[in-house]
């Protein structure tokens, strides 16, 4: 997707500060010396998946939605779990991801497609506009001193995976284990922010541009079916139905069979059947998308002709010129009409996303 949203000096990439984060991206290729064990292999995989479902379980569908309930033991189990991940603390990360749902595919969005597809892969977090904590967005967290702990040494975690990974599989298991893994973990949590704004299908008219991707299901142990989630971010479960492959909500029921987790919540079937785009819903998501795509080309656009045929031939060219001058002072006026109502539209449609989300929430 193009990008349509500008991007301040904040949003720059901050080279030096995310230095060591992308040193960390040529580790792996250490593996030339070290080779590749199958011990290695296997340990890299294991990490991959259980560090997954501490993102999305953890991170994501309790801290950041509050989507379940767990004793406090757990749920500092879901934070140190969290941490493994090395995308810092539960307080940040919730924190800005409550920052997304609620500014989804705006100018204060954290990471929407719509400011570049790199910027909400990778460019958000080598900005400085977001490396502070909004910890007015996490009261609620920051109440547990073992949770702020868990932020300030949020290293603790993948110092500990880094450690396994040495001790089980020796250099191989420290280069491939830990560090590969942790470089696809990353990637592959990314694309919830990235590609599932960009691919896939909408069954919901949200008012942002989610879609449901079974490839970043996949990925992320069911965080792809994203526009399910953008219409009822509070369910513990994100594959509305039985194909809509979800393992993070398979583990949370069986952690609910052990009582280690309580009150999952789902969605009701009302909640599933509303706001279809299928059914002549407003897909007012995309509606502004497309809107704030044009608003962008005519405000970056210059009014010209181009290059005339009869530019080389100087008789034709000279009486010609008059012409285009003439047609070239109409097109720029009417470029001042389509800015206008380029600008009226966004309004419009900015408004009517407000009201519809205002009228879902009281819903
Ligand atoms: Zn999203
Ligand atoms: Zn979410």
């Known amino acids: 997707m193009a990008r349509t949203i500008p991007r301040t000096a904040q949003d720059q990439a901050n080279w030096a500060r995310s230095a060591p984060f992308l040193a960390f991206h040529l580790v792996p290729l250490l593996a030339l010396w070290t080779g590749v064990t199958r011990e290695a292999v296997v340990f890299a995989v294991v990490a991959y998946i259980v560090r997954m479902f501490f993102i999305t379980a953890g991170y994501h569908r309790y801290f950041s939605h509050r989507s379940f309930k767990a004793p406090r033991v757990v749920q500092a189990l879901l934070a140190f779990g969290g941490t493994t991940a090395l995308q810092k603390g539960p307080l940040w990360w919730a924190a800005n991801h409550r920052a997304h749902h609620r500014f989804s595919d705006t100018d204060q969005d954290v990471h929407s497609p719509l400011m570049g597809f790199w910027y909400s892969h990778i460019g958000w977090i080598m900005s400085d506009r977001h490396t502070a904590t909004d910890l007015n967005a996490v009261k609620d967290l920051a109440r547990f001193p073992e949770l702020r702990f868990l932020e300030r040494f949020d290293w603790i975690g993948g110092v500990v995976v880094a450690t396994a990974s040495f001790l089980v599989a020796g250099w191989s298991g420290l280069v491939v284990g830990f560090f590969l893994s942790t470089v696809a973990l990353w990637h592959g949590t990314f694309t919830v922010n990235s590609l599932a704004h960009v691919m896939g299908r909408r069954r919901y008219a949200t008012t942002d541009t989610s879609r449901n991707s079974v490839i970043v299901a996949f990925l992320t142990g069911g965080e792809g079916w994203h526009n399910n989630h953008h219409h009822y971010p509070s369910s513990a479960r994100q594959g509305f139905f039985w194909w809509e492959l979800d393992p993070t909500w398979y583990v949370l ?20 059947s509303a706001s279809l785009v299928r059914t002549g819903c407003l897909d007012v998501g995309m509606v502004r998308a497309h809107w704030t795509k044009a608003a962008a080309a005519v405000a970056s656009s210059r ?3 181009g290059h005339s045929v009869h530019d080389g031939v100087a008789s034709v060219g000279e009486a010609l010129a008059g012409t285009r001058a003439g047609i070239e002072a109409k097109l720029a006026a009417e470029r001042e009409t389509l800015e206008a109502g380029v600008a009226s539209s966004l309004v419009a449609v900015d408004a009517y996303a407000r009201l519809l989300r205002q009228g879902r929430r009281s819903a």
Do not use: F, I, K, Q
């Open 303 to 305: 009014v010209t002709l």
């Open 253 to 272: 029921r069986v952690m609910a069979a052990l009582h280690l987790v309580r009150d999952l919540r789902e969605p009701s079937s009302e909640v599933r």
